[in-house]
């Protein structure tokens, strides 16, 4: 460990300053500079080679890179990059693109220094070009914006670091997701990107877009942002794939180009012809005389010069027809060079049509919808959640303690593994199961590295000596540990310590409130807060149905729940707890109702919700729990396709009810109520009812599945209300925005639906709402992980929960999903809130109480525990801080610092977002200003400049560069220079020690910030501690 952390210190201080974007002047031969010329008169066929590598799918991403287990796959990208750099030396005119840069960055760290210059040289005559540039190919249906964020600035972080202005991609390449988010695209736009290119889309969309020659278009992707917001789009013909019998792959068994005349097996007229052929095809669908025709497939190129021969010989071959009348003139190019060519080829002739809704659901066929894969491995989709909300903390604490480069390993481990996470075969729960279980493993240890950053961190915040000039003053470090399987109740320290500390971290930029249930095996405690105050308690006996689950191994029958009261932002409150005598376990009570800010009314008969009250809305309704049994097919033809991971297909339209009675028992404490519901041995649900808050939590139980038939199970919950909502609900795109939805249809084309339930499931990131407009009444369920979601009848919420397919829909994953373990149980939790559309008597609309509960949820305050010996409060609050703040003073409630991180030189990098959309609130909505000269509270921001989304670009350089690839696109405001110089730093020019002199040449006057609704704006700061 100390070899590894003291390379990658000499690795940060050798790259210092190639982190912060680079400069613009001197650029070499990259980019468009670097694009073969076109031909004017002819169509111009942009071949494209590419490998498509799964950062995980059949195999895990170590025996994807390294080439194990080929009876599983034959894929090693290793030796695909090994080959491709080899054959790209071989001849300047070839091209070739990479994407995953978790596997390009596993790969350039082993290679020599030979091999290094040698790829640089590539990169910078634009001969090999970077897309995308993520750490990973994420999803776009089940991620959420700040872990997609992340991953991006991760990869494009490494990109700039290794290979400077040329290795900024400048285009996404989004191939493979099944589906595509509107917030995905505007993530493209912010990142600064030129366009997209995407390869599934409905295959009704794909149909229409082709006939009326449409692929290609403008996304307007925020209802918010702006003209800024669009950016040019593709969709590709074929997908990602070459065409039909031009796969000259290892891998494939089509037959080579061969053009020794003297050979009976000469065919270089017969495929020359099949090339063009294809072609008149192709140009059929697009409105430009330029058409891209990608040249590679999964895990292609691992002998890359049997690609390049036959493709030097098929634009060779089909060039030459050019005298004898052919319209076809092929290049080799890359997926910027055909969107600036078609840029430039529809300047002044074409109005690009506009999109401004998404492409979800995906289906393939007919009956293949793919909405499956929007709910499997639940467990899965909440632990990625989980990593995103501690990788925040651990980031933060970083930041706040100005840890030293020597903890930058640690980070980085969870850095990575939620990079990989977002790909689209991990977070989705499309893959094997011992690949499962591989991801889950690298962001279990991503979070024990992560760990000791915030271990560290807290310490020193927490150390009334931090200078330490006294050595006599100094005190003991201390374990911070966190209780990663307090959802099923367990949690050693809490257990079997009578004297504990916790300590609640928010990572919020405003004060929170939060309730904290920890297991424990006492009957009393008493719970101190850091000024010696005692904390209301409440200790309940932990239900039958969670000391039951699989797999549990704890002691603790009893939970402790204790109020943490205005936690402050970017701080921590601690609480001293000790048992005490007696006995303070509740006991149930026999009520046909809970009543606190919100209210539950239970129906005695059924044991069941029937009414609620939120906001002053009484609102009759109904909650239950059903499942599909999915089809079952042999996937020969689309009418016998069975649902599986990726697909979702009941065997009948109705749901079958799970139980038609629960029983119950209700617990009304003072801080909570809790009726706790079992309709099942598999199926069971708490719902709470919150001394203060205005939400109803349904903490619902599924598992182990059981497998009475041949079907399996989909396991859904209902909410049913009175609301007249005219078929429209609304999701949510990636956490962000909100999109409009309509049973049984599609914005772009006349749908024609063969599937009804899966056809009307879209992925649902953070919320699912309707409206009822007669009433003024707004009902939503946020959900704590990515779920598949819909309304299939007025006045009603679905949502599933959890699958179990015990048939594989043939979509390449080969196995059924069925996740076993003890008999996988899931546990999550839903919270519904109700409240008038325009706003409850003058306070925050129900929109913006939604935003804040979305908030409190994904990035919840995180609880640490430490054990101790000090014999009491006293004792202990003499030694070490119990409360402390990062910030001055609270952020308004519609702003978030949506990452603070370490970065290079002793800078930081800072986001700042509205959290609100335009129309969400009459308040909150408007426009804010943030001060960030006095914005932290242990330290000050000397110096700041504005970049791109991706923190790999100066805002001012993109404008510049946004405004030469396509001035329409440009508004008057974006025109103007931010007035900043050109770029600071030159790759390897600077040296650390002139940094701050650097810096303090062009220290801004002015730090106030605005901010319109749904911006993020992306800062690279300097800071001087306090």
């Known amino acids: 460990?100390?070899?590894?952390?003291?390379?990658?210190?000499?690795?940060?201080?050798?790259?210092?300053?190639?982190?912060?974007?680079?400069?613009?002047?001197?650029?070499?031969?990259?980019?468009?500079?670097?694009?073969?010329?076109?031909?004017?008169?002819?169509?111009?066929?942009?071949?494209?080679?590419?490998?498509?590598?799964?950062?995980?799918?059949?195999?895990?991403?170590?025996?994807?890179?390294?080439?194990?287990?080929?009876?599983?796959?034959?894929?090693?990208?290793?030796?695909?990059?090994?080959?491709?750099?080899?054959?790209?030396?071989?001849?300047?005119?070839?091209?070739?693109?990479?994407?995953?840069?978790?596997?390009?960055?596993?790969?350039?760290?082993?290679?020599?220094?030979?091999?290094?210059?040698?790829?640089?040289?590539?990169?910078?005559?634009?001969?090999?070009?970077?897309?995308?540039g993520a750490w990973s190919m994420n999803d776009e249906a089940t991620t959420h914006y700040q872990s997609i964020v992340d991953q991006f600035t991760w990869g494009l972080r490494r990109l700039n670091d290794t290979f400077g202005e040329c290795g900024r991609p400048k285009v996404g390449w989004q191939i493979d997701p099944f589906g595509h988010s509107r917030e995905m695209a505007s993530i493209f736009a912010q990142l600064g990107f030129d366009g997209i290119l995407l390869g599934r889309i409905d295959y009704q969309d794909k149909e229409e877009r082709f006939r009326s020659k449409t692929p290609e278009f403008m996304w307007q992707s925020s209802d918010n942002l702006g003209e800024k917001s669009k950016i040019l789009t593709g969709v590709m013909y074929n997908t990602y794939s070459p065409p039909p019998g031009f796969c000259f792959d290892i891998l494939c068994?089509?037959?080579?180009?061969?053009?020794?005349?003297?050979?009976?097996?000469?065919?270089?007229?017969?495929?020359?012809?099949?090339?063009?052929?294809?072609?008149?095809?192709?140009?059929?669908?697009?409105?430009?005389?330029?058409?891209?025709?990608?040249?590679?497939?999964?895990?292609?190129?691992?002998?890359?010069?049997?690609?390049?021969?036959?493709?030097?010989?098929?634009?060779?071959?089909?060039?030459?027809?050019?005298?004898?009348?052919?319209?076809?003139?092929?290049?080799?190019?890359?997926?910027?060079?055909?969107?600036?060519?078609?840029?430039?080829?529809?300047?002044?002739?074409?109005?690009?049509?506009?999109?401004?809704?998404?492409?979800?659901?995906?289906?393939?066929?007919?009956?293949?919808?793919?909405?499956?894969?929007?709910?499997?491995?639940?467990?899965?989709?909440?632990?990625?959640?989980?990593?995103?909300?501690?990788?925040?903390?651990?980031?933060?604490?970083?930041?706040?303690?100005?840890?030293?480069?020597?903890?930058?390993?640690?980070?980085?481990?969870?850095?990575?593994?939620?990079?990989?996470?977002?790909?689209?075969?991990?977070?989705?729960?499309?893959?094997?199961?011992?690949?499962?279980?591989?991801?889950?493993?690298?962001?279990?240890?991503?979070?024990e590295e992560c760990g000791i950053v915030a271990k560290t961190a807290l310490n020193k915040l927490i150390n009334r000596n931090p200078s330490q000039q006294n050595p006599k003053l100094s005190v003991p470090e201390l374990e911070f540990q966190s209780c990663l399987l307090a959802n099923i109740s367990e949690c050693k320290i809490t257990e079997e310590s009578n004297k504990f500390v916790v300590t609640v971290y928010n990572p919020l930029s405003r004060n929170v409130t939060h309730y904290v249930r920890l297991p424990v095996t006492g009957t009393a405690y008493s719970v101190l807060d850091y000024n010696g105050n005692?904390?209301?308690?409440?200790?309940?006996?932990?239900?039958?149905?969670?000391?039951?689950?699989?797999?549990?191994?704890?002691?603790?029958?009893?939970?402790?729940?204790?109020?943490?009261?205005?936690?402050?932002?970017?701080?921590?409150?601690?609480?001293?707890?000790?048992?005490?005598?007696?006995?303070?376990?509740?006991?149930?009570?026999?009520?046909?109702?809970?009543?606190?800010?919100?209210?539950?009314?239970?129906?005695?008969?059924?044991?069941?919700?029937?009414?609620?009250?939120?906001?002053?809305?009484?609102?009759?309704m109904e909650q239950d729990f059903y499942y599909y049994r999915g089809t079952v097919g042999n996937n020969s033809a689309s009418d016998y396709r069975s649902s599986g991971a990726y697909i979702f297909r009941p065997n009948q339209s109705i749901p079958i009810q799970i139980s038609q009675t629960a029983w119950y028992e209700i617990f009304d404490g003072d801080i909570i109520g809790e009726l706790r519901q079992v309709f099942t041995n598999w199926t069971s649900q708490i719902v709470r009812a919150y001394k203060d808050e205005q939400f109803i939590e349904f903490d619902w139980l599924i598992g182990p599945i059981p497998f009475d038939d041949i079907n399996g199970k989909e396991v859904i919950t209902v909410y049913n209300t009175n609301l007249k909502t005219n078929s429209t609900f609304y999701t949510d795109s990636n956490g962000r925005e909100m999109l409009k939805r309509i049973r049984d249809y599609r914005p772009t084309w006349k749908l024609e639906l063969n599937e009804r339930v899966a056809g009307n499931y879209y992925p649902v990131t953070s919320k699912i709402v309707m409206q009822d407009t007669s009433k003024n009444l707004e009902v939503a369920v946020l959900i704590d992980r990515a779920q598949g979601g819909t309304s299939l009848q007025d006045g009603e919420i679905e949502l599933m929960l959890h699958r179990s397919c015990l048939h594989d829909d043939a979509f390449g994953v080969g196995e059924n999903l069925n996740e076993k373990a003890f008999g996988l149980v899931a546990r999550g939790s839903h919270y519904l809130i109700a409240g008038s559309i325009n706003g409850n008597g003058g306070g925050k609309t129900v929109a913006a109480q939604e935003r804040d509960i979305a908030q409190r949820k994904l990035l919840a305050a995180w609880t640490f525990i430490t054990e101790t010996n000090t014999p009491d409060f006293n004792t202990y609050?003499?030694?070490?801080?119990?409360?402390?703040?990062?910030?001055?003073?609270?952020?308004?409630?519609?702003?978030?610092?949506?990452?603070?991180?370490?970065?290079?030189?002793?800078?930081?990098?800072?986001?700042?977002?509205?959290?609100l959309e335009k129309l969400e609130d009459p308040i909150l909505s408007q426009p804010v200003t943030v001060d960030l000269k006095n914005l932290f509270s242990t330290f000050n921001i000397i110096w700041y400049k504005e970049t791109t989304l991706g923190a790999n670009q100066w805002l001012s350089d993109n404008k510049k560069d946004k405004k030469k690839f396509d001035e329409i696109l440009l508004t008057q405001s974006e025109n103007e220079d931010l007035g900043w110089q050109p770029n600071l730093f030159e790759n390897n020019q600077i040296d650390s020690n002139d940094i701050y002199d650097v810096f303090s040449r062009y220290r801004k006057a002015d730090y106030q910030i605005e901010l319109q609704p749904m911006q993020i704006r992306t800062f690279i700061i300097k800071v001087q501690q306090k």
């Open 1 to 132: 460990m100390f070899t590894l952390k003291f390379c990658a210190l000499l690795w940060c201080l050798a790259a210092i300053g190639q982190s912060h974007p680079t400069k613009r002047k001197d650029k070499p031969k990259c980019g468009y500079e670097s694009c073969h010329p076109v031909k004017e008169g002819y169509i111009n066929v942009h071949i494209v080679p590419h490998t498509h590598d799964d950062v995980g799918w059949l195999k895990t991403v170590d025996q994807y890179y390294y080439g194990e287990y080929s009876n599983i796959q034959n894929a090693g990208v290793q030796y695909i990059l090994d080959s491709v750099i080899d054959s790209l030396s071989d001849d300047p005119n070839r091209r070739f693109i990479y994407v995953e840069t978790a596997f390009l960055w596993k790969w350039w760290m082993a290679q020599h220094d030979s091999v290094k210059h040698k790829v640089q040289r590539l990169v910078r005559s634009g001969q090999l070009e970077i897309i995308g």
């Open 253 to 447: 068994r089509d037959e080579p180009i061969i053009d020794n005349p003297y050979s009976d097996e000469y065919n270089v007229d017969k495929k020359v012809n099949a090339f063009f052929d294809y072609l008149n095809n192709v140009t059929k669908a697009y409105v430009t005389n330029h058409v891209i025709i990608t040249m590679g497939e999964d895990f292609n190129y691992q002998a890359a010069h049997i690609w390049f021969k036959n493709l030097d010989k098929l634009i060779l071959y089909a060039n030459r027809q050019q005298k004898n009348g052919s319209k076809y003139n092929l290049i080799y190019s890359t997926p910027s060079c055909y969107l600036k060519a078609v840029q430039e080829a529809a300047k002044g002739k074409i109005n690009w049509p506009v999109k401004t809704d998404d492409f979800f659901p995906y289906a393939s066929d007919p009956h293949s919808y793919w909405t499956g894969y929007f709910t499997s491995r639940s467990t899965l989709k909440r632990f990625e959640r989980i990593g995103n909300n501690f990788l925040q903390v651990c980031k933060q604490l970083y930041a706040l303690t100005d840890l030293g480069p020597e903890d930058w390993v640690d980070l980085n481990a969870l850095r990575e593994a939620m990079g990989v996470m977002q790909h689209h075969d991990a977070i989705t729960g499309t893959e094997k199961q011992h690949v499962a279980f591989d991801y889950a493993k690298l962001l279990s240890r991503g979070m």
């Open 534 to 620: 005692p904390v209301a308690t409440q200790l309940m006996p932990i239900p039958n149905t969670i000391l039951n689950i699989p797999g549990r191994s704890s002691a603790s029958t009893v939970e402790l729940i204790f109020v943490a009261e205005n936690v402050p932002p970017l701080g921590f409150l601690s609480f001293y707890v000790s048992t005490t005598a007696g006995n303070k376990v509740m006991k149930p009570k026999r009520l046909r109702s809970l009543s606190y800010q919100s209210q539950i009314g239970i129906d005695p008969d059924t044991g069941k919700v029937n009414k609620i009250k939120i906001n002053d809305q009484l609102i009759p």
């Open 877 to 915: 609050k003499a030694s070490y801080n119990m409360r402390y703040s990062g910030l001055s003073q609270s952020l308004p409630d519609n702003v978030q610092i949506l990452t603070l991180e370490p970065w290079k030189a002793d800078t930081f990098l800072l986001r700042l977002e509205h959290v």
